[in-house]
């Protein structure tokens, strides 16, 4: 009774983020939204690899999940805001190993992020589309905008 009584009311969250499955960066990721971007009611899609589902999938599969999640949170939810978060060291790009340093590794994601944020525009022209790159130094994480 309870369960049908919420979904027949309206609500709305702040925004969706999407975000890569790794456990490591689950914790900061979320203090990060709430705290620092001020997001308590939002969305979440989890998925590997975050950005690489629109930008540069693996398969097409990948970017129809990637977008329908979203596309769900702004008609459910009516969001303004998609906020896709990339991590260094993540599986999905092939981790750390994969790149000549951090900062190659860093760029790689940011051209990833960025293209997706053009990709989303296109898409969702009503929703703010924020970047944010989570970066390993040492034991830390530490989550920026890009
Ligand atoms: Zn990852």
Same mark, same amino acid.
Do not use: W
């Given at each position: 009774?309870?369960?049908s009584f919420l979904y027949e009311n309206? &609500?709305?969250?702040q925004a969706i983020a999407l975000f890569c499955?790794?456990?490591?960066?689950?914790?900061a990721?979320?203090?990060y939204l709430k705290h620092d971007l001020g997001l308590a009611d939002l969305d979440i899609a989890v998925l590997a690899g975050a950005a690489k589902n629109i930008a540069d999938p693996t398969s097409p599969s990948d970017f129809e999940t990637a977008m329908k999640q979203i596309q769900l949170s702004v008609k459910?939810? &009516?969001i303004k805001k998609i906020v896709i978060i990339d991590h260094a060291d993540c599986g999905a790009y092939g981790g750390a190993m994969a790149f000549a340093n951090?900062?190659?590794?860093?760029?790689a994601h940011v051209v990833n992020l960025?293209?997706?944020?053009e990709i989303l525009r296109e898409k969702f022209s009503s929703q703010e589309v924020e970047l944010i790159y989570a970066d390993l130094k040492g034991n830390e994480i530490r989550l920026e905008r890009v």
């Amino acid at each position: 009774m309870l369960y049908s009584f919420l979904y027949e009311n309206v &609500h709305q969250a702040q925004a969706i983020a999407l975000f890569c499955m790794d456990f490591r960066f689950k914790d900061a990721t979320l203090e990060y939204l709430k705290h620092d971007l001020g997001l308590a009611d939002l969305d979440i899609a989890v998925l590997a690899g975050a950005a690489k589902n629109i930008a540069d999938p693996t398969s097409p599969s990948d970017f129809e999940t990637a977008m329908k999640q979203i596309q769900l949170s702004v008609k459910l939810h &009516h969001i303004k805001k998609i906020v896709i978060i990339d991590h260094a060291d993540c599986g999905a790009y092939g981790g750390a190993m994969a790149f000549a340093n951090s900062e190659r590794e860093r760029e790689a994601h940011v051209v990833n992020l960025r293209k997706s944020r053009e990709i989303l525009r296109e898409k969702f022209s009503s929703q703010e589309v924020e970047l944010i790159y989570a970066d390993l130094k040492g034991n830390e994480i530490r989550l920026e905008r890009v």
